[in-house]
């Protein structure tokens, strides 16, 4: 929520200042007013007509007196606008509520509301309010909506004060404004037995040395406390002090989504881009893999990831994992295209981490960055690759047989060196490739299970 108040301060200024302002603030009612009134003067002193006159100087001096009466009412008003939700997804609807409350102890006379909002979220709001009582308060609210992600501020809201003859208007600003993020379009996967689990933590987990601080499987030094049955006997011989064990703990199953954002790599451009795919196929996955528990980061070819995240990622399935989630999905909304031309960096970073799933959603692949992503495989626990080549996107599979050869023989190399590649057609399922994943996953297992037998 944020507020701002239209005080005291905004409305003593200068006499010269004021004049220039009121005069500045005449509608084209007053405009007009003041134009005839002038003519009509100059006629009556060329025709000698005193009554001319006196009607003359009446329409020129009405709009000078509303202009200086209501430059010189001094309302003091607190807006604050709030956001129901503050995230949403793209095509989504939000909306903005406004309250206006008078802590002046005049009424004040009628009020044009209007809020600054961005082209892409829809016209521009605006509302009328009558004479609002001293200590009262007045409630609005509108509808945003946007197809396309991003971070988008909203306000500062204006007031704008006319006179009840519509002779002048002045503009008042507040200093506040909100900013609404509208994030990539989650959608929801099946859940599928994936490679790269652990053992140990229920069905899928295995069991680690624990970091630094925890209990592992090298023997240490006895501590006031510890049970007397971890006593490691042949290490308590060797050191010549009490020993004990430690114990085994459990590791958390981690997940490292892969984003491909080279510009060159996407053609398109849109809400219905393959490049918008991507971005929402990786926000799917993320939110996912966290509400299965898994350890989650989030990397970009750049070798960058979400700020704030830690070595393994964010640890699901725990009172954090929403915070992690947001976090991501913020990261998601503002990220673009990079100027990079390989996959390199993102290479190095998976070189030297741990094993895991990875699952990557690549753009256009040549053949030196198809060789660069297959030896991303060597030390994942399991791979899945997402390939969207952008010509099938911008035109139709027949009419580019050239392009779909390439796109093939790309993915046979990501096949070769153990990757699950599946292409993405124009308007794919993130769900129903999910599903077709976990299917060849589990084929070429068993394949490989029947080979060796």
């Given at each position: 929520?944020?507020?701002?108040?239209?005080?005291?301060a905004?409305?003593?200024?200068?006499?010269?200042?004021?004049?220039r302002?009121?005069?500045?603030?005449l509608?084209?009612?007053?405009r007009?007013?003041?134009?005839a009134?002038?003519?009509a003067a100059?006629?009556a002193y060329?025709?000698?007509?005193?009554?001319?006159?006196?009607?003359?100087l009446?329409?020129?001096?009405?709009?000078l007196?509303c202009?200086?009466?209501?430059?010189?009412t001094?309302?003091?008003?607190?807006?604050?606008?709030?956001?129901s939700?503050?995230?949403?997804?793209?095509?989504?609807?939000?909306?903005?509520?406004?309250r206006?409350?008078?802590?002046?102890?005049?009424?004040?006379?009628?009020?044009?509301?209007?809020?600054?909002?961005?082209?892409?979220l829809?016209?521009?709001?605006?509302?009328?309010?009558?004479r609002?009582?001293?200590?009262?308060?007045r409630?609005?609210?509108?509808?945003?909506?946007?197809?396309?992600?991003?971070?988008?501020?909203l306000?500062?809201l204006q007031?704008?004060?006319?006179?009840?003859f519509?002779?002048?208007?002045?503009?008042?600003?507040?200093?506040t404004?909100?900013?609404?993020?509208?994030?990539?379009?989650?959608?929801?996967?099946?859940?599928?037995?994936l490679?790269?689990?652990?053992?140990?933590?229920?069905?899928?987990?295995?069991?680690?040395l624990?970091?630094?601080?925890?209990?592992?499987?090298i023997?240490?030094?006895?501590r006031?406390?510890?049970?007397?049955?971890?006593?490691?006997w042949?290490?308590?011989?060797r050191?010549?002090e009490?020993?004990?064990?430690?114990?085994?703990?459990p590791?958390?199953?981690?997940?490292?989504?892969?984003?491909?954002?080279?510009g060159?790599?996407f053609?398109?451009?849109g809400?219905?881009?393959?490049?918008?795919?991507?971005?929402?196929g990786a926000a799917?996955?993320?939110?996912?893999?966290?509400?299965?528990g898994f350890?989650?980061?989030?990397?970009?070819?750049?070798?960058n990831?979400v700020?704030?995240?830690?070595?393994?990622?964010f640890?699901?399935a725990?009172?954090?994992?929403?915070?992690?989630?947001?976090?991501?999905?913020?990261?998601?909304?503002v990220?673009?295209?990079?100027d990079?031309t390989?996959?390199s960096?993102?290479?190095?970073?998976?070189?030297s981490?741990?094993?895991?799933l990875?699952?990557?959603?690549?753009?256009?692949l040549?053949?030196?960055?198809?060789?660069?992503?297959?030896?991303m495989?060597?030390?994942?626990g399991?791979?899945?690759?997402?390939?969207?080549?952008?010509?099938?996107?911008?035109?139709?599979p027949?009419?580019?047989?050239?392009?779909?050869?390439?796109?093939?023989?790309r993915?046979?190399?990501?096949?070769?060196?153990?990757?699950?590649a599946?292409?993405?057609?124009r308007g794919?399922?993130?769900?129903?490739?999910?599903r077709?994943?976990?299917?060849?996953?589990?084929?070429?297992?068993v394949?490989?299970?029947g080979?060796?037998?």
């Amino acid at each position: 929520m944020t507020t701002g108040g239209l005080g005291r301060a905004e409305a003593d200024r200068g006499d010269k200042g004021g004049v220039r302002t009121a005069l500045a603030g005449l509608t084209t009612r007053g405009r007009s007013f003041f134009a005839a009134g002038i003519a009509a003067a100059i006629c009556a002193y060329v025709l000698g007509q005193s009554d001319l006159l006196r009607v003359g100087l009446l329409l020129a001096v009405l709009p000078l007196i509303c202009a200086t009466v209501l430059y010189r009412t001094r309302y003091r008003v607190a807006g604050s606008r709030r956001l129901s939700p503050a995230r949403v997804p793209a095509g989504s609807e939000a909306r903005v509520h406004l309250r206006m409350d008078n802590v002046s102890r005049l009424p004040t006379g009628l009020l044009m509301l209007q809020d600054r909002v961005p082209y892409v979220l829809g016209p521009r709001p605006r509302f009328v309010l009558d004479r609002v009582e001293p200590g009262g308060r007045r409630e609005v609210s509108y509808r945003v909506r946007s197809d396309l992600r991003g971070r988008y501020p909203l306000g500062p809201l204006q007031l704008r004060l006319t006179d009840p003859f519509g002779m002048c208007e002045l503009t008042r600003s507040f200093s506040t404004y909100d900013t609404l993020t509208v994030i990539p379009r989650v959608e929801p996967l099946p859940p599928v037995r994936l490679s790269g689990e652990a053992k140990g933590y229920g069905e899928g987990r295995q069991r680690s040395l624990a970091l630094a601080g925890e209990d592992d499987l090298i023997p240490r030094g006895y501590r006031y406390g510890d049970d007397l049955r971890r006593v490691h006997w042949r290490s308590t011989a060797r050191y010549g002090e009490l020993m004990v064990r430690r114990e085994e703990q459990p590791q958390r199953s981690r997940c490292t989504v892969l984003l491909d954002t080279r510009g060159l790599a996407f053609q398109s451009a849109g809400p219905d881009s393959a490049f918008e795919w991507a971005v929402a196929g990786a926000a799917s996955v993320l939110v996912h893999m966290l509400e299965r528990g898994f350890s989650v980061r989030l990397l970009t070819d750049t070798g960058n990831s979400v700020p704030g995240e830690g070595a393994d990622g964010f640890a699901g399935a725990n009172q954090e994992s929403a915070d992690a989630a947001g976090m991501m999905m913020d990261t998601l909304a503002v990220i673009d295209h990079s100027d990079g031309t390989g996959l390199s960096r993102a290479y190095d970073v998976l070189r030297s981490g741990t094993e895991g799933l990875l699952v990557a959603f690549f753009g256009d692949l040549d053949e030196e960055q198809a060789a660069v992503a297959a030896k991303m495989r060597q030390r994942s626990g399991g791979a899945v690759a997402f390939v969207l080549d952008s010509d099938t996107w911008v035109r139709e599979p027949s009419d580019v047989p050239g392009p779909l050869d390439r796109s093939e023989e790309r993915l046979r190399m990501l096949r070769e060196a153990g990757w699950t590649a599946l292409s993405v057609p124009r308007g794919a399922s993130l769900s129903d490739l999910w599903r077709q994943a976990d299917r060849e996953r589990t084929g070429v297992a068993v394949a490989g299970r029947g080979d060796g037998s």
